[in-house]
């Protein structure tokens, strides 16, 4: 059997997107780079003087045999596969590092999943770790044909919900990033407001948002993953607002189908996806398409998941190509 071992994911959100591995004897969680919490406190402190490491990379360096994946003890018995997750991924694990984890540890292999679209990030900034991997994958179908990606669709864990606090319902909630979304929310909201649609949408702004509206909230901190819970299962409908250029299955949609939430979203390409149901989710063009009536109306919305979505069976497959040899 092989050992595997994922890192690099950010945040609350994206750990428990990966909860369902904690379930598997042969995979390995590591949430940081650097597993002593002395010497990560150091790292960070430095980081924080020096602005970024981006600029001194010597002195980074010095960190990295500390770092967990480094120190590791990769026994023979068995292969050894990293699997990176996330686009940032490189802002811990760059070039330097993963050249000397290689040639510490070559009988490792790496594999990076791409869980954004290509287009939202610097491709320059880490288009040049790629040859470094044996296989990455990515969830954007239109990447996979620019770049030569394997296309692997969001992972998800369904963790078994607790009961919503009654100061979280809601009619239609949206969490998401404003940049490029802002207006079309606010016009939402508007449009829900007058109909008396009870509204949550809030919308991490970290100061880019060249308007505030007062139909939205707006965050400069992320939301405690709980706390988007709460609000998530305490709603009727979730909202979708895609990026542009980026029509794939989303955490939203995954969330959507793993609590049985209603879905309103203006990805024309649902209807293609596995458990799209016409009466749980609809889509909208224009602002006028979207049905008031139908985002409130109470119904038992069940898309019978069967765990499809979880990261386990990412990690089954992968372990499938690597007996077959067929990894690449």
């Excluded at 590591?30 to 002593?36: A, F, N």
Aim: aromatic share 16%; charged share 25%; net charge negative.
């Amino acid at each position: 059997m092989n050992q595997y071992y994922v890192t690099g994911y950010m945040g609350q959100g994206a750990k428990r997107m990966l909860y369902d591995l904690n379930q598997m004897e042969y995979v390995k969680l590591i949430d940081d780079e650097i597993g002593s919490r002395l010497l990560r406190f150091v790292y960070y402190r430095v980081m924080n003087l020096l602005g970024s490491y981006e600029k001194h990379p010597k002195i980074k360096s010095l960190f990295y045999p500390f770092y967990t994946l480094y120190r590791l003890s990769y026994n023979q018995e068995c292969g050894h596969t990293v699997i990176f997750f996330n686009s940032l991924f490189w802002l811990g694990y760059d070039e330097a590092f993963l050249k000397k984890l290689k040639k510490k540890h070559p009988q490792l292999k790496l594999i990076l999943y791409i869980v954004d679209p290509m287009s939202g990030f610097s491709t320059d900034r880490f288009g040049h770790l790629f040859p470094y991997f044996e296989t990455i994958y990515c969830v954007n179908k239109k990447d996979c044909e620019t770049y030569g990606f394997h296309y692997y669709p969001l992972v998800y864990s369904k963790i078994e919900s607790r009961q919503s606090d009654v100061s979280a319902s809601s009619d239609l909630f949206y969490l998401g990033s404003g940049i490029d979304r802002n207006d079309i929310l606010h016009d939402i909201a508007l449009h829900c407001n007058q109909e008396h649609v009870k509204t949550d949408i809030r919308v991490m702004d970290e100061g880019k948002a060249a308007t505030h509206y007062r139909e939205i909230t707006y965050y400069d901190h992320p939301i405690a993953y709980d706390e988007n819970m709460n609000a998530l299962l305490g709603t009727n409908c979730m909202l979708e607002v895609m990026h542009e250029g980026f029509d794939n299955p989303t955490q939203r949609y995954t969330e959507a189908v793993a609590y049985n939430k209603k879905l309103l979203t203006n990805n024309s390409e649902i209807i293609h996806f596995p458990y799209y149901h016409p009466d749980y989710m609809k889509v909208f063009e224009n602002i006028s398409d979207i049905d008031p009536m139908w985002i409130c109306k109470k119904e038992d919305v069940n898309y019978q998941y069967n765990g499809d979505f979880s990261p386990v069976r990412m990690i089954e497959e992968i372990d499938k190509l690597e007996a077959e040899g067929s990894l690449c």
